[in-house]
Every structure is written in C-alpha cells, then in structure tokens.
C-alpha cells in the first residue's frame, strides 16, 4: 500500500545545491488543519483502546456480557466550523472508526450510556415503553486554570505556563487521593485537557452507577472553595480542627507546595497590592496594621539576600501562630490563606449530573494542537503542558517513520506511544480485569440463584 505523504513546505528547502538537515527539511509547520487532522486520526487515534474501556468487559463472549452496552453510549461531535452533533452512537469499533474518519471531528465528547441507543431514542419514545434515560456514567471531574486567575500572575485565562502548571499538580493530587483512600475508587484516569487543565475520568462500576444524588454528595465532599468573583475570601474553614481529607490534603501537598513553589514563582508577596490582598484575609486590623509596618520595614532595608516572599510569609506565620495570639479564627488565618492560593477548584456541575459531556481522552485540541493524553497521578509532578505531543509533530514522525519498515501501528514509533502505552498497562488492564471478576461474581451468584429456586 502507498504511504501517504504529507506535504510540507521544507520539501524543496536547498541550501547551496545541497539538502539542508534532514530535520529542519521535514520539518511541518505547527498548527491545526483539517488535513492533519485526517492523518491523526487516519493513523493514530487509538479505536481499538477506546472501545476497550468503553465496553468494560462487555464486548467478550463471557454469558453475563451485556452486547447493547457500547451502542448505548452517547458521543457528540464538533464539526469544524463550530457545527455540534449529539447522540452518536456506535455497534462496534469498527463504526466508531469510520464515522469518526469520514467526519474528522474537531472536538469528541463522550456523554453518558442511556437505557436505549440514543441514536434511536425518538423510536422509542414513541413506542412508550423504554424511558430514555441515562443509566451510567462515570464520575468525572473538570479542573479548568482560567478560575484560579485571581490567585496566579504569570499568565490569565487560557493561557498555561510551568510557573502557575503546580495548581493543576495540586489539584491532581489532592483529589486522586481522596477519590482512592476515601471513597475506596481504583480505576481513575486523568487526561491533559490539550490546553489549560485536567479531566478526571473515575471509572469504577460503583462510580459508574452512582446517581445525580450521590455525585451531588462526592463532588461536595470536595466543596471548600466558596468564592465569588468578588469575595477576596474564598475559604472559610469552621470548626476547631480541619476534618481530615482536608488536614491530609494540608500537610501533605497545599503547604509544600505554596511554601516551595507558589510563593515565589507567583511572587505572592512581592508588591503592595499582593501585601494587600493576603492582609485582607487577616480580620484583626491591628495585627495586619503590624504586619504591613514589618513589610513596608524590610522594603526599605533590603538587606537580606533571602527571596521578599518567603521573608514576609514567615513573618506573617510568626505573628500569627505565635502563642499571643490566642484567638482561633487568628490561628486559623495561615491555613485560609494556603488553602485560598492553592486548593483545587472544581467545575461543580460537571460532577454532578450524568449527562454532563466531557471530552474524549486522545482528542486534539484546536487551539494547540496537542493532544490530550493521560497524565500518571503518581508522576504528575513530571509532567510537563509545554511538551506534549502537538500534531504537527506527530506528523513529523510519521513522516520520517514512513522511510522505514511499515508497521501496523503507526503510534508505536511516534511520541504518542508512550501515552498509549500508558493508558493500556496502568488503567485499561487492571480495569478489564476488574470487569471480568465482578461480570464472573454476578453471574455465577445468578446462576446458584435459579438452581436454588430450581430446587423448590
Ligand atoms: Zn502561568
């Protein structure tokens, strides 16, 4: 078979009659077209993986397989062109894998699986049997930096950079531990957005049949952050002691994190008006008046070598925590201002309903161009925005890949693999394996159910 060739501009690229390097005469422009699009999905886009986990166990021959399952599943396309198209729905792997190549869409998002196809759901009304509703869905989560811009100054809105990423990390931790060691989940996947945040995607069947009722509850579990807009305060933490999911989260990532990272990098104290802003979280006015006093001090002296920010914070820490000040709410104070800077911040209602849509895991976004690959929860420290795969680079690699031995998978060689790699061994594996038991559990106590009855 002919490999496809992508056109790219350095393909006559000479320099004095002679080829310039190989790698800048490869080289594709970065971006995202239609056309690349087509190659990615042509030649990348894990189908087969997709459908695994989005079958859980269902597509095998075991008795206790439920084959409707995966058609029941609802995914909605953006167009180019900002053309939406909801309630797909697909038999196989094989017709995911050509709809989503005939329509190449920008944008997959995978909604919940209803009581029927969706894609039949009018047929169904009409017969009045079947109510079409949505019966599973995994629990998922949205963490979105555009709503930590009042606590980050080196980028707003979409914008991401390695300085303000640590929220992200945060976030990435303090949730996946809880969801394991609170609320006993195994089978989480975390995604990269493709721009500015993280998807988590929490795929346990008790997780999966959790109602809107239930997730209303988990995803209040998580509910610290109460601010507006224009609340300066956006945490209130009530009570003697913090319960325990958030003393852990404390101690173990908020602090470090805000002390080692954050302070520094977002220079959190280092001019008035961030003074300002940490000052109003103090509600003794003398003790803040003290403070600013201390602050406007070492300005002006400027003597020691140590970084203004770290300085300022331990002053604060001293004069808060140190034993004069008596009064809890003053105590409290350092932990409001940790959790205010740091703590993650939850798109609510994305958590909360079933037929909430969220995007698929291997999409690519259009903005950037890079793809939305997994993020290991027990690495997320590693792992790096700025250099995830972009398809003008994916392509690249196809490219020059196509000058050696042919392969089935395209992705193997590419920088993709890696992820997919990912993907398979640390969560669809232990998933599909999960699946099978709990199928084999049910089904045998089914089975020792009708003999018992039999029996009679
Ligand atoms: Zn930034």
Known sequence: MAKERIPNEGDEMQIDGGVCEERV??????????????????????????????????????????????????????????????????????????SIKEKCPFKIDIGPVYSVDPAKRHAYAQGGNNVFAPVERELVFDIDMSDYDDVRYCCSGADVCLECWPLMTIAIKVIDTALRDDFGFNHILWVYSGRRG?????????????????????TDYFHVYKGGENSLKKVTLAGPVLYP??????????????????????????????CQKILGFIPDE????????????????????????????DQLKHMLQSGKQKIQGLRRCVEEIVFSYTYPRLDMEVSKHMNHLLKAPFCVHPKTGRVCVPIDPNNCEDFDPTTVPTLSHLLEEINEGSMMMESNNEWERSSLGKSIEFFRSSFLQPLLKSCKEEMESAYSAKIKQSKNSLSW
């Open 198 to 218: 993280v998807h988590c995607w929490v795929c346990d069947s008790k997780a999966r049949r959790l109602n809107n009722e239930h997730r209303a509850a988990v």
């Open 286 to 313: 003398s003790v803040a008046a003290e403070l600013l006093d201390k602050w406007q001090g070492n300005r002006r002296s400027s003597i020691s070598k140590e970084d203004v920010n770290v300085v300022r914070w």
């Open 25 to 98: 005469a490869r080289a594709i422009p970065e971006g995202f077209n239609p056309d690349y699009l087509k190659i990615y999905y042509g030649k990348l886009f894990p189908y087969a993986d997709m459908f695994k986990w989005l079958s859980y166990g269902n597509d095998g021959k075991h008795p206790a397989c439920d084959h409707s399952y995966f058609g029941r599943r609802e995914f909605s396309f953006t167009l180019e062109n900002d053309i939406y198209i909801r309630f797909q729905s697909f038999g196989s792997a094989k017709e995911m894998e050509n």
């Open 245 to 274: 999911f958030l003393a852990r989260s404390y101690t173990d990532v908020l602090k470090s994190f805000f002390e080692e990272k954050l302070l520094r990098s977002q220079n959190l104290l280092a001019s008035e008006e961030r």
